[in-house]
């Protein structure tokens, strides 16, 4: 059973491979004897072809020894070439062995036989090396030489000559050296060295006229210059030029030489720009969605130009241009055509980037039809021309677009008419609605492009009006019934404007004129009513039924009119203690549950009658005993004048509306009912005081007011306050000295036609000379005021004339860079030096209009604490730690 168990039939293949490879081992010692066999036959066979080639080696040698004493005989330099082959071949030769003696050596440690001595090769090869230099460059120099001579000028580079003929002259002298007590080779070096020297004679000319620089003409006129005829087709070979003797004018050589390096060089010049012109590119970028481009980064190809241009200018202004004469000036103009172009390009991309917008508002195309179809052809110009650039930026292919320059000047032309009628047409609007003049010009596009709806203008009433933020209109969005200042404070118009009715109708400025028309009428009799319920009901309960800026003008005529009587009646103690009655109440009314606008308004009278408690203080103090005694005459006074009761300035008749008149000693002005919305008034402490007589004094006499002082002394604030108090508008204009007399012109037309105040804030940093032509203009207007017109010429403009306008100016007299006012300028205005006011006065008087009752106290302890805070706490610009 074991055999059936470990039984595997197996392929008698495999079996015959088992059995055969028991025999492995003999039969490779069979084949390892056989090759040692052959091995050793090959060897023999090599020993003998070693042995062969070392008997052939040693008969070379007794050749090479029998040459290399002919070589060692050698003495006739002039056979170099001669000599060359057999000298090439010897050198040839022992290099070869060389090569074979090695291959010897490395043959016999091989074989493992010994090693001959090799080194007679060796003493031949050191022994023929200076010997194969000497003639390698004898050789080499005759063979150059004689091709200089014989080879086209043209074909030959002098530098390298030269550097070559330098080189062999120093391997010369050294190899004269290292032959001493050889005289046959020094003999040969020498003659060596003297053919070089006899050639150096010659490099001049080869310097001059081997340079690519050398062209057809310069060689005429060498010719001209040795006066010798040179045949067309003559080979001018270096040979030729010496047959013909042109070592004898060598002066004549290096001078032409000289002349066509120098134009050569302007060549080069002018081909180094063509070249860096030839990359440059016109930068675009897409401009918003209009479908076209504007250029951009115009700065690289102005610096290029600039650079270029002052090079071909220099270029052209060379002693050596005249053959590229024309090609210098055909580049420069092409240049100046570049820079033309540049101009004229940014000046239409400027011009187009304003026009665009203005013209793609179907309001202005509608008003200005002429202006638009204008445009139009230039915006196509502009498109087409951006296009082409889009497709091909290179530089000097959009230079060669027929008529570019042409084209675009034309059209800055008519955008230059075009901005013309739109200033002029703007002027127009600005006449008919003189507040438009202190709009930008950016500004009243915006609000005359979007005329054909009404409710669009809201978001600038602002700009127009400084108490209106936005107007209610009806439903119909077709009458305005009411204003509404940015404070929140409504006033309905008793008169209101259409703004669709007639020509009024897609005319902005005219239905504007009308709500600026409406709002006086509307606020002269709103303090008409307020000044009659003043007695009708309690003080408290009156204030909250008007508008602040109505309250406090009627609340100031009434306080006027009790001052005067009690003055009368020597009984100002009394009044003194009913001032401090009723502002105890309304602060005490500041404290209860007010809304917003409430506040607001008592906040600003608070302000006001804490004032005007103290002046009645000071006139008691004084026991004043008349009106007209100087202490109260130089208080702000206001008195309620009904139609007829007073005279008017500008008309010298009766007044034909009610009025109200602001008195400061003898100078006395008309209230503006400008609405001014319910906004806060300056706390009035001696200093402003001082300010307000300075001011008005000024005014009565026409002439303006001129605050001078350190920052933060109330020198802008003081004014406009003044303004709030006389209800005009005021405009505050900050000054710089970019400022020209254009940009004031257009200031002042709006001051002189709409009856506004400006103050011009930092005036003193207006140029000087910008300053004299404003001296003449403030000057016109003061004289067309003190001579009663109606209408008057400023600056070749026919303006209405609204008397109660006036100019006031700040200055900062310690900052540097500042200019001294010129004395004409000087002379209209009055000043009025502004300090440190009283903080706690401040203190004081805003403590009682936020409803403290102890604010006197509480006051001086608070500015104690704030400016102990100030002096002891950081400094840092992000830290106010004072008042």
């Known amino acids: 059973t074991w055999s059936k168990t470990f039984f595997h039939e197996m392929d008698p293949d495999i079996v015959l491979s088992t059995f055969l490879s028991f025999e492995w081992p003999i039969q490779i010692q069979l084949a390892v004897a056989e090759r040692e066999r052959d091995l050793e036959k090959e060897k023999i066979q090599f020993m003998e072809a070693l042995a062969g080639e070392k008997e052939e080696f040693w008969k070379n040698i007794a050749k090479y020894k029998a040459e290399m004493e002919w070589a060692k005989g050698l003495d006739d330099y002039t056979q170099a070439l001669v000599v060359q082959t057999r000298i090439d071949n010897l050198h040839t030769a022992l290099t070869r062995s060389k090569d074979l003696v090695e291959t010897f050596s490395s043959r016999e440690r091989l074989f493992q036989i010994e090693e001959v001595d090799y080194s007679v090769l060796e003493e031949i090869t050191e022994e023929f090396h200076p010997l194969h230099h000497l003639w390698e460059a004898a050789i080499e120099y005759k ?81 001209e210059a040795m006066d010798k005829d040179m045949e067309d087709g003559e080979a ?52 918003k969605e209009t479908g076209t481009y504007l250029v951009k980064g115009i700065d690289d190809v102005q610096v290029l130009l600039d650079d270029h241009i002052i090079k071909t200018q220099a270029v052209r202004g060379s002693p050596f241009v005249k053959p590229i004469e024309k090609e210098v000036k055909d580049w420069e103009a092409k240049l100046m055509y570049i820079q033309d172009l540049l101009e004229q390009w940014l000046a239409m991309q400027r011009t187009w980037l304003y026009l665009e917008p203005i013209f793609g508002a179907e309001d202005i195309v509608r008003q200005m039809p002429t202006e638009a179809k204008a445009f139009q052809g230039v915006d196509n110009l502009w498109r087409s021309t951006l296009a082409a650039v889009v497709e091909n930026p290179n530089v000097l292919d959009v230079s060669d677009i027929e008529g570019l320059v042409a084209n675009m000047t034309s059209a800055n032309k008519i955008l230059d008419s075009i901005q013309k009628s739109l200033n002029d047409y703007l002027e127009t609007k600005r006449l008919a609605f003189p507040r438009f003049f202190f709009l930008s010009n950016d500004e009243l596009l915006m609000i005359l492009s979007q005329t054909k709806d009404p409710t669009a203008v809201q978001p600038h009433m602002g700009k127009c009006f400084e108490g209106i933020n936005t107007v209610r209109f009806d ?83 009434y306080w006027t009119q009790d001052v005067t009587v009690a003055i009368n009646k020597g009984d100002l103690g009394s009044f003194y203690d009913i001032q401090c009655t009723q502002l105890l109440g309304l602060v005490d009314l500041v404290r209860g549950d007010l809304s917003k606008l409430a506040r607001k308004t008592l906040t ?45 300035y500008d008309t010298q008749k009766p007044n034909t509306t009610d009025k109200c008149q602001v008195s400061i000693i003898n100078s006395t002005l008309q209230y503006g009912f400008e609405y001014l919305g319910n906004s806060d008034r300056l706390v009035v402490t001696p200093l402003t005081d001082r300010c307000y007589r300075t001011l008005m004094g000024a005014f009565a006499l026409f002439y303006g007011g001129a605050p001078e002082g350190p920052a933060g002394t109330g020198k802008t604030e003081s004014t406009k306050d003044l303004a709030k108090a006389l209800s005009v508008q005021c405009v505050v204009f900050n000054c710089s000295d970019g400022l020209d007399y254009i940009a004031m012109g257009k200031f002042f037309k709006g001051l002189a036609s709409s009856g506004a105040w400006c103050c011009f804030d930092e005036f003193n940093r207006i140029n000087l000379e910008v300053l004299s032509v404003v001296a003449q203009q403030v000057a016109t207007i003061t004289w067309a005021i003190r001579a009663r017109k109606e209408y008057f010429l400023f600056e070749g403009t026919e303006l209405k ?19 001294e006012l010129p004395d004409n300028l000087k002379a209209l205005f009055r000043p009025c030096a502004m300090m440190v006011p009283d903080y706690a006065l401040i ?37 106010d730690f004072g008042m």
């Open 143 to 223: 063979s150059q030489s004689e091709d200089w001579m014989i080879r086209p000028l043209n074909q030959l580079n002098a530098a390298s000559i030269e550097e070559f003929v330098d080189d062999q002259f120093k391997d010369s002298y050294k190899m004269f050296k290292s032959f001493e007590g050889s005289p046959k080779q020094q003999e040969v070096a020498k003659k060596f060295r003297e053919d070089i020297v006899e050639f150096k004679k010659k490099m001049p000319v080869v310097s001059a006229l081997c340079q690519e620089a050398v062209e057809h003409h310069h060689i005429v006129e060498l010719f």
């Open 236 to 287: 001018l070979t270096l040979q030729f030029l010496l047959d013909q003797k042109v070592l004898d004018h060598i002066e004549a050589v290096e001078s032409i030489s000289t002349q066509a390096q120098k134009q050569f060089g302007l060549k080069s010049t002018m081909k180094v720009m063509k070249g860096e012109w030839k990359l440059m590119e016109f930068g675009y970028m897409e401009y």
């Open 475 to 557: 439903s119909k969005d077709e009458v305005i019934e009411a204003m509404i200042s940015i404070e929140g404070e409504t006033v309905d118009l008793f008169s209101p404007v259409n703004v669709i009715a007639g020509d009024k109708k897609g005319n902005v400025e005219k239905w504007l004129g009308e709500v600026e028309s409406s709002m006086i009428s509307c606020l002269t009799e709103v303090v008409g009513k307020s000044n009659k319920a003043y007695l009708e009901s309690s003080r408290e309960a009156w204030v909250l039924d008007w508008p602040g800026q109505v309250a406090i003008c009627v609340d100031n005529i």
């Open 604 to 648: 600003a009278m608070v302000t006001i009658d804490v004032h005007n408690r103290d002046v009645v203080k000071m006139l008691s103090d004084a026991k004043l005993t008349s009106p007209l005694d100087f202490d109260w005459m130089a208080q702000l006074r206001y008195y309620w004048a009904p139609v007829g009761s007073i005279i008017m």
């Open 801 to 819: 004339l609204i008397p109660s306008c006036a100019v006031n100016i700040t200055m900062n007299p310690g900052y540097a860079g500042r200019s």
């Open 843 to 879: 203190g004081e008087i805003v403590l009682y209009s936020f409803g403290f009752g102890d604010a006197k106290f509480l006051s001086i302890k608070a500015v104690a604490s704030l400016r102990l805070g100030s002096e002891q706490l950081s400094s840092q610009d992000h830290y």
